[in-house]
């Protein structure tokens, strides 16, 4: 299915235009020595006008016929460009931005282009069960890089200290997968997945 670029797009919210949209697919999820399950998923990226990606993904544990045996959890979260903020950004809180968007030209845009020749990014994603992981890391075209910065539980989570996710656009499809140290383990690969535009 070919992608059209909204018409409506801040230009910051352009190296990450690639993911707006609706993603359905299937993974394969373990940690340690748990026995690999099967999953589906499905991941939707949209934006508002405003200069970030709202993130939301669901997942279901599937049987090996591919039907759903229950719901095994979801996420939200914000993504955009890393950059200093300024009056044209809204908050803290809801103290409303200027009318204007920060940056308003592809070149403005391009003066955030990093070392590398990409663009760092940062990512908030909340979790059930009192988990939320704020994630930083570079876009460069089809790939994303992120690893976590901070990792914030409420009192009553379980044990979960850092991780790293891995996306990118391989033949049209979304390809990403994530390591998580948890329960006391070092870092270790997760989960897995390949996700087609819905």
């Known amino acids: 299915m070919p992608f059209e670029l909204p018409t409506d797009l801040t230009p910051e919210l352009v190296p ?12 394969v999820l373990g940690y340690a020595e748990e026995e690999s399950q099967q999953f589906e998923q499905h991941i939707t990226f949209s934006q508002n006008g405003l200069p ?18 229950r719901p095994l959890t979801m996420e939200t979260g914000i993504w955009q460009l890393d ?12 103290l409303p931005a200027d009318i204007v968007p920060a940056l308003r030209t592809a070149d403005d845009v391009e003066k955030l282009r990093n070392g590398d020749g990409g663009f ?7 979790h059930p069960g009192g988990v939320s992981e704020l994630y930083v890391g570079q876009i ?3 790939r994303i890089d992120l690893s976590t910065d901070a990792v914030m539980r409420a009192p009553g989570a379980k044990d979960y200290r850092a991780a790293t996710r891995m996306y990118g656009l391989v033949e049209g499809d979304l390809l990403w997968a994530w390591d998580i140290a ?17």
């Open 52 to 69: 970030y990606l709202i993130y939301t993904n669901e997942s279901w544990l599937i049987d090996e016929d591919g039907q759903r045996l």
């Open 182 to 198: 948890a329960a006391g383990l070092a870092l270790q690969s997760h989960a897995s997945g390949r996700l087609h535009r819905a």
């Open 120 to 126: 760092d990014i940062v990512a908030t994603i909340v």
């Open 83 to 94: 950059r200093p903020q300024n009056d044209a950004d809204s908050g803290p809180g809801m």
């Open 16 to 27: 990450l235009s690639w993911l707006i949209g609706h993603w359905e697919g299937t993974g």
């Open 140 to 142: 460069k075209g089809p």
